[in-house]
T-cell receptor
Framework: DAGVIQSPRHEVTEMGQEVTLRCKPI?????LFWYRQTMMRGLELLIY????????DSGMPEDRFSAKMPNASFSTLKIQPSEPRDSAVYFC????????????FGSGTRLTVV | AQSVAQPEDQVNVAEGNPLTVKCTYS??????LFWYVQYPNRGLQFLLK??????LVKGSYGFEAEFNKSQTSFHLKKPSALVSDSALYFC??????????????FGGGTRVLVKP
């Protein structure tokens, strides 16, 4: 298994532009999580899905952020419009669910908004 | 609400010496507890977990952790640290109640530096 695959690995964009981050979870995992990591705030849960359905999006910072999971093998996190304070590393993780953890993380997308 | 505290931002230890990374938690009901490690420019990797049973849990790379319910702690330990153990370590907790879902709450992380 290739693990959780995120793309792109690095993204540099100008303020105001739309940014889309992508994630392919491990096949058979039915829970998917988006986290953001910064020096100041550490690791924050943004949103998570069970069986493609958003369960808790209370961590999404504001309406500029949106996430979708159209099927079991793909999820996107979109920021529109992007701002410099959105600069961070965004991680996607998946879990088989019912296991109470055992998350597998992707390698992350390092986003820089200039 | 569930929370995790890692009181030390950084732990320095000499190679070959014992390593301890502290973690305390707060959760309603019985906790599920986890340790993850993050190497530079990488995602988090699972080390070990406590679900139930023996309070001493053994994990990857020679790490172990001890669940202490009365002290609400889950400290990570390694008897003899290696330079290659230098990384960022995260403790995490999940509540067992179904309403909480299976989301993990992470601590702020502890940077471990093992010196030769």
């Amino acid at each position: 298994d290739a693990g959780v695959i995120q793309s792109p690995r690095h993204e540099v964009t100008e303020m105001g532009q739309e940014v889309t981050l992508r994630c392919k979870p491990i096949s058979g995992h039915n829970s998917l999580f988006w986290y953001r990591q910064t020096m100041m705030r550490g690791l924050e849960l943004l949103i998570y899905f069970n069986n493609n359905v958003p369960i808790d999006d209370s961590g999404m910072p504001e309406d500029r952020f949106s996430a979708k999971m159209p099927n079991a093998s793909f999820s996107t996190l979109k920021i529109q419009p992007s701002e410099p304070r959105d600069s961070a590393v965004y991680f996607c993780a998946s879990s088989p669910g019912g296991d109470r953890g055992g998350y597998t993380f992707g390698s992350g997308t390092r986003l820089t908004v200039v | 609400a569930q929370s995790v505290a890692q009181p030390e931002d950084q732990v320095n230890v000499a190679e070959g010496n014992p390593l301890t990374v502290k973690c305390t938690y707060s959760v309603s009901g019985n906790p599920y507890l986890f340790w993850y490690v993050q190497y530079p420019n990488r995602g988090l990797q699972f080390l070990l977990k406590y679900i139930t049973g023996d309070n001493l849990v053994k994990g990857s790379y020679g790490f172990e952790a001890e669940f202490n319910k009365s002290q609400t702690s889950f400290h990570l330990k390694k008897p003899s640290a290696l330079v290659s153990d230098s990384a960022l370590y995260f403790c995490a907790v999940s509540a067992t109640r179904r309403a909480a879902g299976n989301k993990l709450t992470f601590g702020g992380g502890t940077r471990v530096l093992v010196k030769p």
